[in-house]
């Protein structure tokens, strides 16, 4: 919201605002101790298309599809927008009951950024002490818990899928464990170290898999935070999908193994540290990048970030690239591959 110091007079937009986001979070529209009707089914509607719609996009498909072998049934192994199966059980009721759930039990967190002064704050601080779902109803869950579920695999067994579509570009996705969690000691050089796999057009990945050998359409690797876990995608003729893995795995062989070149390390810190200053130019990826540290339990902030990463040698991005586990291989083919 704009800044009451670019508005004239005495106006309070960041107080009206507040005031209409809590009125929305605390007594949301109600129709017989229940969310309306008409507009959950309208919600589903949109939902359902939007899950129909994610094969549209087939490297992203791949991605999902990977992480949903790889963890199964555990929370981050699931679709964030769920399963069509899953919607006829949803209604009007039983939603609205898990909502009041969710929002009594559920840690809420406030990331604010921008120029505010300490009554605004402490204002918005008195807001979430008092405030409360509007009605009581029954507390029944929607879903059944998945405490403690956790995928259980041999450690050297790795899951290999291959499913056919009619696709003229095979996607090639590698689901890596690591271990390493945003509070670690080891997590900035895994964060070099993926960069220097897979991290843009100074990565081996690109040089080696796209460039020198005309393997990979394209071909990328990144770390999911939060699981300690690092995938490496890739568009490939599906007859290519075995030299292709085999010259992956070579490539963070070679990191693990200290064959990190100075330009090839130089590159991926100044690509990183570009990345993080970016965030600085959005105030939602600022927003977002402060409660990532939130739930990570963590205090870095942006500048301390980059400066981590700079202090990062390449004995520990080897011992981080050590750490990285192949534990699922998919490939999505064509019918004839």
Request: net charge negative; proline share 2%; with cysteine.
């Amino acid at each position: 919201m704009v800044s009451r110091d670019y508005l004239p007079g005495e106006n309070n937009i960041f107080g009206e605002a507040i005031d209409i986001l809590f009125d929305i979070i605390s007594d949301p529209l109600q129709e017989n101790g229940s969310f309306k009707q008409e507009y959950v089914k309208v919600e589903k509607k949109s939902i359902s298309k939007i899950i129909d719609a994610k094969i549209n996009d087939k490297i992203q498909y791949s991605v999902e599809r990977c992480f949903e072998s790889m963890y199964g049934i555990e929370p981050f192994g699931l679709y964030e927008y769920g399963y069509k199966e899953d919607m006829d059980s949803i209604e009007s009721r039983n939603l609205f009951d898990y909502y009041i759930q969710f929002m009594d039990s559920r840690r809420k967190t406030v990331i604010i950024t921008g120029k505010f002064d300490d009554m605004e704050i402490n204002s918005l601080k008195s807001k979430f002490a008092e405030e409360k779902v509007g009605i009581s109803g029954t507390e029944k869950s929607l879903f059944s818990p998945v405490v403690s579920l956790i995928s259980q695999k041999s450690e050297n067994q790795v899951i290999r899928i291959n499913e056919k579509m009619d696709v003229g570009q095979a996607k090639l996705c590698m689901g890596f464990r690591t271990g390493i969690m945003p509070k670690d000691s080891l997590y900035y050089p895994l964060l070099v170290c993926n960069s220097i796999l897979g991290g843009g057009i100074h990565s081996k990945l690109f040089k080696n898999v796209r460039e020198k050998e005309g393997l990979a359409y394209y071909v990328f690797s990144r770390v999911e935070k939060f699981k300690g876990a690092m995938i490496v995608a890739s568009g490939i003729n599906g007859e290519a999908a075995t030299k292709a893995q085999e010259l992956i795995m070579e490539q963070i062989k070679d990191i693990a193994e200290g064959k990190i070149l100075f330009d090839e390390m130089d590159a991926a810190i100044k690509a990183i540290e570009t990345s993080i200053k970016g965030i600085k130019d959005n105030q939602i990826q600022v927003a977002d990048y402060y409660y990532g540290q939130s739930l990570a339990e963590i205090e870095d902030s942006l500048d301390q970030a980059i400066e981590k990463v700079k202090d990062v040698r390449p004995a520990e991005i080897s011992e981080a690239a050590s750490k990285v586990i192949l534990d699922t291989v998919y490939l999505l083919s064509g019918d004839n591959k």
